[in-house]
């Protein structure tokens, strides 16, 4: 399993089998039978799916009501493949809408616009691409990375994302222009979150970064995990952080929005 989505009563997962699922969160609700807790199995890639998103649509919201299932027919899941394309699907038919067909290496992360209508995808190939999710047309495509895109994070009308070629870069998500590059890791990005003016960086140089994204400026760097940082988190005054050294640690970065001057670690 590469990827797992949870939105409201349903949970939806994909894997290296080249398929997506979606899963009964609560598999009382409806049925009984523990072997019937997948309602939907997408089925179209020709290799393993990397990456995977729900997007839901306004209006009605799929949920379980009377132990009926009550799905929006708008409600779309996209996946992304080893097999260099993107699909967009019914979640209420499980049929495969549109194939987005351009990068030319597996794609590895995705991202939409708060509208839900403009879809966000990372690549092997160094590029990012932005995409008319509906028409399932390219609309831009964002070069400047000079090797594979890792993850990215759709903030409002910026883009931040994360490279193998050691750095992360701010976007006008509109327009596809690189505003800021932001280095100073002395391996690949693999992880990223921005939160109050701050772009957080986990790194496979077993680093956690704070970068201003106004100025790039790096802020502050978390010393403590002894591998690669996988994932990463902020909440509230606090940034959790996940390694493949089998630890998570918890930073205090209290202040550090307002401090402009701080380089200590806190822990």
């Known amino acids: 399993m590469t990827r797992v989505v949870v939105s409201g009563d349903f949970v939806f997962t994909s894997s290296s089998d080249k398929t997506a699922r979606a899963w009964l969160f609560e598999m009382g609700e409806v049925v009984m039978?523990?072997?019937?807790?997948?309602?939907?199995?997408?089925?179209?890639?020709?290799?393993?799916?990397?990456?995977?998103l729900f997007v839901a649509a306004k209006g009605i919201v799929s949920d379980i009501i009377d132990h009926q299932l009550n799905i929006n027919p708008m409600d779309r899941v996209i996946?992304?493949?080893?097999?260099?394309t993107v699909r967009s699907w019914s979640f209420e038919t499980g049929k495969c809408l549109k194939i987005f067909a351009g990068h030319k290496m597996p794609v590895t992360c995705m991202g939409v616009d708060p509208t839900g209508t403009i879809l966000f995808t990372g690549s092997g190939d160094s590029t990012v691409r932005s995409w008319d999710i509906a028409k399932g047309e390219q609309i831009h495509e964002f070069s400047a990375h000079a090797a594979s895109i890792?993850?990215?994070?759709v903030v409002n009308k910026m883009l931040y994302?994360?490279?193998?070629?050691?750095?992360?870069r701010s976007w006008v998500a509109e327009f596809g222009d690189c505003t800021r590059t932001f280095s100073?890791?002395?391996h690949s990005v693999t992880c990223l979150k921005f939160s109050k003016g701050i772009l957080y960086t986990?790194?496979?140089?077993?680093?956690?970064r704070a970068?201003?994204?106004?100025?790039?400026?790096?802020?502050?760097t978390f010393q403590g995990h002894e591998g690669v940082i996988t994932c990463i988190q902020v909440v509230d005054d606090r940034m959790y952080t996940g390694s493949v050294d089998g630890t998570i640690r918890i930073w205090d970065i209290s202040g550090l929005a307002e401090d402009n001057t701080g380089n200590k670690d806190k822990q």
């Open 202 to 208: 986990g790194c496979g140089d077993s680093l956690a």
């Open 33 to 52: 039978d523990d072997t019937k807790a997948c309602i939907r199995t997408f089925e179209g890639h020709t290799k393993g799916i990397f990456s995977m």
């Open 161 to 168: 994302t994360g490279s193998s070629d050691q750095t992360a």
């Open 211 to 220: 970068f201003d994204t106004k100025t790039g400026t790096l802020k502050r």
């Open 150 to 153: 890792i993850c990215l994070e």
């Open 79 to 84: 996946t992304g493949s080893a097999d260099c």
């Open 184 to 186: 100073n890791h002395k």
